[in-house]
């Protein structure tokens, strides 16, 4: 008896009640779309992801991918999966019908891969890496990239990676010393021999497809023969594994990373030129890659927060059912604290215990509140695809690594919940929470760390513009909490989240009247955590709102959503005030902290 | 270069300076030992630590237990680890001479105990398992039991376990259905005829010792042969793996579970008597099994908060190493946020950065904060022994339960945070991080859940005694907070600490005035997290005091500790009044959630 892992009434409100999806409708882009087909390509994916993902979830953990004679073997379940997808148009899904796709809005395809992800994250994280490296062959590519590259990824026959980090390059791209050296021109574009080491490369090799697509960061040398420094020498090149006229590439698979979880994603090691080097064709112009590799990267960020949400849902929903069905202990009764409780009454399912309900509501305020997060955000995206109104883009630039991290952060604490609600079995294998609690842990580390994030948000995206899209996120929130306020029983949440999106504001003010750039950083982690803490109230605080109406509703589900909302209010939000004390106070305890005091 | 796992000074420091374990031999059971004896001891320990237990840390996870023809194996490297430990003399470390032990102090055998568990948590499993039953049996064992079962633990010939829980009865042990049926009396006690399966039995079968002394709960049945309910009717037996007589007693495994991390402490399935009954001796009266066992799980209890706290000492020390190694990105300068840094310049080993200096800090203020609680807590252990006063036993009831808990909660924070500085390499198996935060997830369920601490903190340590135990707590806290008051740089932490403290009160107070037992516990978790909160930012404050006149200490080391104590006080104390939030306020939110809700 597994329930689906993501609450099917859920994900419908978000999508209908809460985001309108159907709006998007009347844009010209989506217009050949509806309710009907959106909710058709859910039901499909929800059906796809129990049949074919779901069936292999533990023993891709337990059979790692391994390295045999150069070559990447992986179980043959995740190719039947991957074919599956594609056989039934979704590696197509969020594609334009001139690259052979069907048009979805992004937040569609997104709400549609959280099925996959919640089933076996692993085993989609191969779609889902495609998807993005496609989309930047059709924005950045010429014709002829996009036909050789783009569309066999598109229709599911090919895989696409991202290699950008080397061994001494991962969070700080700017060193990267794979090196591109010009050729010439050909029809796909202008020509180079690349030679480097690439690590970290999810999907890096593989047997599940007869090609990959890798996009490949590398600087161009000057006239000199030296590498320019930083990022602005970086461009971005497709190298294939397999070349157009058949033969393989100058890509060697030089080793495999054996990781802690999420083992069903081979992560490689390349080496792209032992040979003499690897046939790249540039996409887009000299040094325009990190700038282009950011579109892949961005949109990677959001997908990743998104298989966080998915993975906190189903262990949810996991636990919940576990709690439903274990028998342990009694109910406190009376008024002794000790002797309440009947020895010969029968024993309750442990869902009976207030300390277990605590755990399922905190899991279900951090799932489905990381899922309204992402949801939000990828509908953000639409906007600015369809509209590219300047808010929409500001706020998508201003959420993205919230959205990016916060999921990771509070899913992967809903995750440690499902595993205390399951008790000792929860630590053994014989149950998936401790292997979703494993295949969570990668999320606060990939496509940028937590401590990359939160730089991201509070230099870049906060700092830097003076708080303008912050203002713009602001205005929203406020106008939420003015709606809220109306209601007896939102407003004194509505109050409160008022009062921490003041405390924000003065504590962002403070910092930009400071102006020390070199130390004004220091606890942007802290900041980043609590930021996401009031963003998610806000977003639960608007269900809220929309839930009150939303009068078609089970009323359980109703009550559920609107419970969970009262539970983050309750007992998460006023974590943010604390966690904005160190940042308030320009505390640099840790900053300053001399290397030898450790 | 591995530096040691946990920081001598440290542990000198907390010993010494701090606890005054020397004064500990003005009493009789310890007189023949000075600071000498202790560091011999301590030395000792940390070599055969390095020496036998580190060693195998890697394989014992890589190569898990089996079971094969109703036997046990593990790898042979664990087997040769406990001998040098036996030999060295500390299996008897803490025992009386004339059990043939070193008579040590509680604390000190605790603090040599943290290297073990630093360096191989799962094999220091088996020595301590095996100290805290034969303590049991020397308690309320008879002399000829003494004699026949415990003399040989402490000898480090064989091991010992206890035997609990049940498939059907976990935390709620008075379901358990083990039945013991009188045979008749013997040499060694009223002999029984044991029938029943025991559920995660650490060290429950192995092939590191020549026998295997269980300690068992049962129950007697009555007259009508029924088991009496509830707890009352539990007795104690030891069902030894091999009977006197060298033949094999009547217990078989049934099944191995096979855990996420801390694989080398072998975890059966153990059902007793299917050929008939296990012989067993009983141990104390009829029915004061579980106040018996007590005993055992309350030392079990802080010992397992010591394990939490060795990881995550070992985590903060590794992950310094790593952190001064790395090199990677450059410090944020000038005024520019994003175009401080020079691209042309080196690259700075990363915990120049200021983020990866928090992330050190706080598993610094963790993971000598828990490690400071527990062997305060070991200090009262001793108190308790050699002097019997009732605060001791008050005060040491009260930690118990946050000894356990909060280093497990927090340790396996500090873990989380060992990851994040290693980044994707630390996600991989190819270093240690990954192993000790999966290693140390199994404390916050083992020898009592999170929830269960909870329970047994609020409900029957502070509420049923209205709030006596708490307000001898709150005597020592204020006077620490009162010396801190007269130093400059500590003045302002003394006010948050009474502050904090107060406010905790006043919660007590008014769950006390409520006076409604049956919801009194509904949030007894996150006032768990409280508490410990603000007991280890006492216990940090009362180190900075002593660390003030530690004049003669390495002034790196002090002014680390002092640090630390102030990161604590900034950065983490912060969060005990948003964790109380929700208890000042009753919040029954989760507790009064319907079941159709979720």
Redesign the interface.
């Known amino acids: 008896m597994t329930s689906e892992f993501i609450d099917p009434r859920d994900l419908d409100f978000l999508l209908h009640d809460w985001l309108g999806v159907e709006r998007l409708t009347r844009h010209a882009a989506y217009a050949d779309h509806s309710r009907d087909t959106f909710d058709a390509i859910l039901e499909l994916s929800r059906r796809l992801a129990a049949d074919h993902f779901a069936t292999h979830y533990k023993k891709a953990d337990r059979v790692e991918p391994v390295l045999a004679d150069g070559k990447v073997h992986v179980i043959p379940e995740i190719a039947a999966a991957i074919r599956a997808y594609a056989e039934a148009g979704l590696s197509a899904a969020s594609f334009a019908p001139e690259h052979g796709g069907l048009g979805l809005p992004h937040v569609v395809e997104a709400a549609a891969m959280a099925h996959f992800m919640a089933a076996n994250v692993a085993t989609a994280a191969y779609p889902m890496l495609t998807a993005g490296n496609a989309r930047v062959l059709v924005r950045f590519g010429t014709p002829a990239q996009i036909e050789a590259f783009a569309l066999p990824e598109i229709a599911g026959s090919w895989t696409g990676t991202m290699c950008l980090?080397e061994p001494?390059?991962?969070?700080?791209l700017?060193?990267i010393t794979t090196r591109a050296t010009f050729d010439a021109d050909d029809p796909l574009g202008p020509r180079y021999r690349l030679t480097g080491n690439k690590?970290?490369i999810s999907g890096g090799d593989h047997d599940i497809a007869p090609n990959i697509v890798h996009l490949v960061l590398a600087k161009i040398p000057g006239a000199d023969g030296a590498l320019p420094?930083?990022?602005a020498g970086i461009s971005l090149f497709i190298v294939p594994k397999i070349l157009p006229d058949g033969t393989r590439n100058d890509i060697a698979v030089a080793g495999l990373?054996?990781?802690?979880g999420y083992r069903g994603t081979t992560n490689c090691l390349l080496n792209f030129g032992e040979l003499g080097g690897a046939t790249g064709w540039r996409v887009g112009a000299a040094g325009q890659g990190l700038a282009i590799m950011f579109h892949m990267m961005n949109e990677a960020r959001i997908m990743i927060g998104l298989g966080a949400a998915a993975l906190a849902c189903r262990g949810y929903r996991q636990s919940?059912d576990y709690a439903?069905e274990r028998?342990?202990?009694?109910?406190?009764?009376?008024?002794?604290?000790?002797g309440?409780k009947n020895?010969?009454a029968p024993?309750v399912s442990i869902?009976a215990?207030?300390?277990?309900?605590?755990?399922?509501?905190?899991q279900?305020a951090f799932a489905e509140g990381a899922l309204a997060l992402v949801l939000y955000s990828a509908r953000l995206v639409d906007e600015d695809r369809v509209g590219g109104d300047a808010e929409s883009a500001a706020l998508l630039g201003l959420l993205t690594p919230v959205a990016k991290s916060w999921p990771s952060e509070f899913g992967l604490a809903a995750n440690d919940l499902a595993?205390?609600i399951h008790?000792?079995y929860?630590?053994?294998?014989?149950f998936d929470v401790?292997q979703i609690?494993?295949d969570n842990?990668?999320n606060?580390?990939?496509e940028g760390?937590?401590?990359i994030q939160?730089?991201d948000l509070l230099?870049?995206k906060i700092?830097?513009d003076k708080g303008a899209a912050l203002d713009l996120l602001g205005s929203r929130i406020i106008a939420s909490a003015g709606r809220a306020t109306l209601v007896d029983e939102l407003r004194p949440m509505a109050g409160r989240l008022l009062r921490d999106w003041a405390r924000l504001s003065d504590v962002v003010d403070a910092l930009l009247a400071r102006?020390d750039?070199?130390?004004?950083?220091?606890?942007?982690?802290?900041f980043l955590s609590a930021f996401g803490h009031i963003v998610v109230a806000w977003l639960w605080l608007d269900q809220a709102l929309v839930l009150r109406s939303a009068e078609g509703r089970d009323p359980?589900?109703r009550?559920?959503k609107l419970?969970a909302c009262?539970?983050f209010f309750?007992?998460e939000l006023?974590?943010a005030?604390?966690?904005l004390?160190?940042v308030a106070?320009f505390?640099d305890?840790?900053?300053t902290?001399?290397?030898?005091?450790?």
Chains 1, 2 share one sequence.
């Open positions: 980090s001494q390059a991962g969070s700080s700017g060193d690590m970290w420094p930083g990022t990373n054996h990781k802690m919940l439903r028998r342990q202990g009694r109910q406190v009764g009376g008024k002794d604290l000790a309440g020895p010969a024993q869902i215990h207030a300390d277990v309900k605590r755990m399922l509501l905190a279900k595993i205390q008790g000792g929860g630590y053994t294998r014989d401790e609690y494993r842990r990668l606060p580390i990939h760390t937590h401590g939160a730089a230099g870049r700092l830097r102006d750039p070199a130390r004004a950083l220091d606890n942007a982690s802290p359980a589900f009550a559920g419970l009262r539970y309750a007992f006023p974590k005030e604390a966690l004390a160190p106070t505390c305890v840790a900053a902290m001399p290397d030898a005091a450790f």
